[in-house]
């Protein structure tokens, strides 16, 4: 007999086969079982949702990192959207562009880049550091007549409330002959067991919140981590992403999803030592320094390991990419 939830079926399927996986606050958390994703019911209202953002995923890069960060973005966007002829005066929107690195990187390479985020303080940086000016600011997404050559959208649809609505509506924004790449965490990657700290402090210690120990543990193997209400609300799979285009309103378009691995040492205590903060020279900072130094030759060796067992094909990858093409006309 199915374990069916009347009230809860899945956005991107629309099946009602799905199965309930645990309490997160006074959401739930449940998996389709039919095309895998992992989402979050009851859903925020628009207004929770923007309060809760501003200012919140701000994460202003440190002055020494931002060179580095900007040439591996560079190498990054030319990878996913498979640049190989001159870039000059084709368009670039960044959707949810944060701190405003891809949009830097695009403007850099050539083309005439576009900012969008809800995030004052995010827009604010980018401004003051990148140098971006109010018309080369999307404020609205809907009702905007522009077609960009190319859009970008690095872990946001995780975060929106309609999945299959804010592809169609970022899809209208595509040039005929135009490319969208979406970037989102893999619901179903095992590169995070190799994390342990971001996986266990993140989410399975938070689940015994709400939930009993056993159960908590029980669905750590679930992998039901990247879902995390009122942040994320869905964290989806390479299925989920096929049911998601086969549903959208727009036909004239090819897609296809891979992978992408995690950084190299991302969430882990040895990134966290030798990146250094402004309060590295405090002495609470020091100590806490000298109490994880322990952890560092462990996070090597497992660090190497999931290099290793990824190079191999036996884990899989810690974030999916969707690329939409519109077709010419």
Known sequence: MSNSNEGDSCQICKSKDVNPLLKWNRFSISECRQCKVVFATPLPSDQELNDFYQGFLFNKPRE??????????????????????????????????????????????????????????AKT????????????????????????????????????????????????????????????????????????????????????????????????????????????????????????????????????VSYYRTPWFSNTVTKWIFRGDSGSNSIKSILIRCLVLPIIPVEVILQTLKWLLLTLGILSPGGLVLTLRRTKR
């Open 64 to 121: 020494n990192e931002i060179a580095k960060t900007l040439a591996n973005r560079k190498d990054e966007l030319i990878r996913l959207f498979a640049w190989t002829n001159d870039l000059k005066g084709k368009s670039f929107l960044d959707v949810g562009g944060g701190t405003g690195m891809a949009y830097k990187a695009a403007k850099d390479l050539g083309l005439i880049a576009y900012y969008q985020d809800l995030d004052e303080q």
């Open 125 to 256: 940086f980018t401004k003051e550091q990148f140098g971006l000016t109010d018309e080369f600011i999307l404020t609205e997404l809907e009702g905007t007549d522009v077609k960009y050559d190319c859009v970008f959208s690095d872990n946001v649809i995780e975060h929106v409330k309609d999945p299959i609505a804010f592809t169609n509506l970022l899809f209208t924004l595509v040039a005929p002959g135009g490319t969208m790449v979406m970037k989102t965490p893999n619901a179903r990657n095992t590169e995070m067991y190799f994390n342990p700290i971001i996986s266990i402090k993140g989410y399975v210690l938070r689940a015994i919140k709400d939930n009993n120990l056993p159960k908590a543990l029980f669905l750590y193997f679930k992998r039901f981590w990247h879902c995390d209400p009122p942040r994320h609300l869905y964290s989806f799979t390479a299925k989920s992403f096929d049911h998601l285009v086969g549903n959208m309103e727009e036909t004239e378009l090819t897609h296809e």
